[in-house]
């Protein structure tokens, strides 16, 4: 065997790993963007922090926790202050966008309704609980 067909063997197996691991690495991210919205600090021993600089890490999360807590909160003023009307806006959205689409994922509707796809988990979760959708794996469909 010569090296070449050895170095296009270990690119086929590279490859074909890189598919494998691409969906566990799509849930890692959905997982960083949760966590950071409810404030959880990601373990010390992460790969990107290993190899991203030293100042980087120390020098971001401050401000963007504050511009979180800061959003929450006015979100959640606005919320009480008078958007009750509109309370199931976003609900009634996600479940035209299953009915439309049976087997959409939640980062497909996200895309699709303008917003960060971990903002409908919780509801996600209620029309599930409702029974006005089913969830498989990534899949989300009618009830």
Do not use: C, F
């Amino acid at each position: 065997m010569s090296v070449i067909d050895e170095l296009k063997g270990l690119e086929d197996r590279v490859a074909q790993r890189m598919t494998e691991l691409r969906p566990l690495v799509d849930e890692y991210r959905e997982l960083e963007q949760v966590a950071q919205r409810l404030g959880v600090t990601a373990p010390a021993a992460t790969a990107p922090a290993a190899t991203a600089p030293a100042a980087a890490p120390a020098d971001t999360p401050a401000p963007r926790r504050r511009t979180r807590r800061r959003a929450r909160s006015s979100a959640a003023t606005t919320a009480s202050a008078g958007t009750r009307g509109r309370k199931n806006g976003r609900r009634d959205q996600l479940l035209a966008a299953v009915k439309a689409r049976p087997g959409i994922t939640v980062r497909e509707a996200g895309a699709e309704l303008g917003v960060d796809p971990t903002s409908l988990y919780r509801i996600v979760h209620r029309l599930e609980k409702d029974g006005a959708l089913r969830k498989r794996g990534r899949e989300l469909r009618p009830g």
